[in-house]
């Protein structure tokens, strides 16, 4: 899709830190479009290459090499006048004065956003009303998330960048933080959300991308996504039969009575699966046909302990 | 009187005077440094042969005295403002927002500017009583104390583009705390310094704005004079200025 109809538009870029000898180039040649009103993700383990990718959208930082745009044709570097009051911006930590009041630090940004929402009611909306005179530092790490949500969406931003919105939440927050990016969503905000939860770009993307060492290693929606990956039959086989018995083309692994075949042909094997089973009178206990998930996805792009890892760097 | 930029300055103004007033131990430094700072200074500059130079006792107050807030009060808290705001990701954060890069500095050192001012306006008026001189040429000392907030503002992002850290502020300030006063006729009158020392120090960086603040109450400049003083310090600031633009650091070194 061209940048032109697009809020955000990354071509080829890429971020190196360093100079001289020791450079490390964190984001190598990424590219993704993301419509107006459309919330894309960017899911990956620490360390993938989120933040430095979403920082130069943001114009905190300018690519190496490839190009980046905003509604179509702005650079977020040098249009920064004209972007800024149409985005709003988390960073994944930080950039709170730790001695003022959330109150006060909301007050603070309602004096620097054209247009601001009153400030009692970011707070409200951000569950902080009871914490309003509560010093920043003594704001919990999820408290502190949303009040940087507040402040992010503090004027209707056309365009959204979250950083990693909901690390260090706990469940409740993390449910309260999903249902205001999708009231945003449900208003047409155009959304750029980093996350490692998978469960999280699954809930709420329309389009994600699976960032690994610097690099897309894959992009589309969730079924999209999955699709390239091996679905899983399942159910238990009466003690006289074999798994050797079956005639299907994909892996089959049993344990505990249990058989379950992998295969990139669902249909066709589940077909043959069920015919063999009908013809030779066998009941398969609890059959289930699945699609990969999103997990299995990651993990074969990311590696296992990649999809594991939780909190970090 | 209602631009953005306006209204983005006045808003960092603000919430650096309340984070200001939220320490009272800064209501003693504002009192006390500037205070004790001056005795100390007047006892020193007893021990000078400030008659053989025909230097006013009072009028040389006011440019020390103005050249030790311009140091303490302005540039080395301001340095350290940059550097906390910054380690915070403060400065960060702040660009994600719709406020543009020198307001973000020129805003939070705004205060620092309101404080040091005001503390010279009154050092210097209590100095006029008590040495029962007054101003000759306020133009000059206008000039002296533009020159110099602009120049220790400057001075002071340099600075903190200089510093990795909360605590390395200390030690990247030490030279202009030390080093400064020395040579910029801060604590001594060049006059007092053997004379080719003295007039080549007329090119240091604090030099021009302490002989401005001076001449502001002696009169002892020319306007040529007052002119190459003022071309001075904007040419120190102007380099300041374009060393912090070119190297100033928006976030922490990882
Ligand atoms: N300022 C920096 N200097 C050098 N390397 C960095 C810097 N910031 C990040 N990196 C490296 O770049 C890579 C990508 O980091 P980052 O974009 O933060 O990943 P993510 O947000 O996906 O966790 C990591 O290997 C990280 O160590
Ligand atoms: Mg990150």
Redo the contacts between chains.
Sequence with gaps: MAAENSHIHAQDVWRRYGTGKKTFDAVRGVSFTVRPGELFALLGTNGAGKTSTVEMLEGLAAPHRGGVRLFGTLDPVADRARIRPRTGAMLQEGGFISHLTAQETVGMWAGLTTRPRPVAQALDRAGLSHRAAVMVRNLSGGERRRLDLAIATLSHPDVLFLDEPTAGMDVEGRHATWQLIRELQGRGTTILLTTHYLEEAESLADQLAIMHRGRIAASGSVPDIVAGHPSTLSFGLPEQWTAGDLPVGGTVAERDGRVTVTTGELQKDAARLLAWAESHDVALARFTARPASLEEAFIAVAGRDGGRREEGA | MNS?TT??M???F??EW??FH?IKSNYVFVVLVPAMLLFTMRSVQKQLPLREHGIEAGPLMVSTATGVLLIFSLYSSVTGLYVA?RE???L?????????DPVILAGGASMYVAICVTQIVVVAAVLSVMFGVMPRQPLAAAAGLLTGIALMTAMAATTAALCRTVESVLVATLPAIFVLPMISGVYIPREVLPDALGEALLFAPLSSTIDLMRSGWTGELTAPETLTRTALATAWTALFAWTATRRFR?EPRT
């Design positions: 953005p209204q983005h006045k808003t960092l603000r919430i309340t984070l939220r705001r915070e990701l403060v960060k954060r702040l660009r994600t927002g719709e406020v543009a928006w």
